[in-house]
């Protein structure tokens, strides 16, 4: 049995342990929590000095925590990693064995997710300390990528700008059709199929829209119904944007 501590109870840290107590290979140790939540199916602490001994203890806290967090543990060389797609293992304090265990998805706690589909990134800094994180993924039932660190930037950089950036479109259209008293409900059988599409066609190959068509009218017209600056000037930059990509 692998043993697992988890250090952290944000959105990671909540499904992760959602993750790791569904599997019956693995055991969860202990759950970190500066804030004590009651949670049945594992012990939760606050005193990250009383951390019992795990195969891998996974820390779960924001990009400039993770230093602060790993400093603080009282043990020595066994296998610490953490979870964020932008810093290094050498984010952890030397004292420990380190590594990278990224879950490559958007989290939140009110959302249920099939795991087995949440591909994770690894890496580690020796490689029996590797096998023990693939091995972690194949208890679990989740694909692993050995992935370096500069190719792990690559990728957050690009589920930013999938995830993040595009979930602020959708927000921008909200309070656009709330500021007209639409419903924003309308618009969720498009973004559903935009969605599906990207499954069975390749991106450039799904692209639609007046910018592609060049339909510089209704690009115009559009451009003069957004009354705030920023977003006029967004809609008029990707605008230009695709028309240079399709302009051949």
Known sequence: MLKVSVIGSGNVGFHFINLFHNSEKIQLCEWYSRNLKFDKRVTVINDISILSESDIYIICVNDDSISKISDRLKFRNRLVVHTSGSNSYKKINIKNRRGVFYPLQTFSKTRNLNYSEIPFCIEAEKNADRNLLINLTKRIGCKCYEIDFNQRKTLHLAAVITNNFTNFLFILAKEFLNNKNLDFEILKPLIKETV???????????????????????????????????????????SEMITSKYEN
Not at 210 to 234: G, Q, S, V, Y
């Open 196 to 238: 599906n599409k990207i499954h069975k066609l390749e991106p450039e190959k799904a692209q639609t829209g007046p910018a592609k068509r060049k339909d510089f009218n209704t690009i115009n017209m559009h451009l003069k119904m957004l009354d705030e600056d920023k977003t006029r000037e967004l809609y008029k930059i990707i």
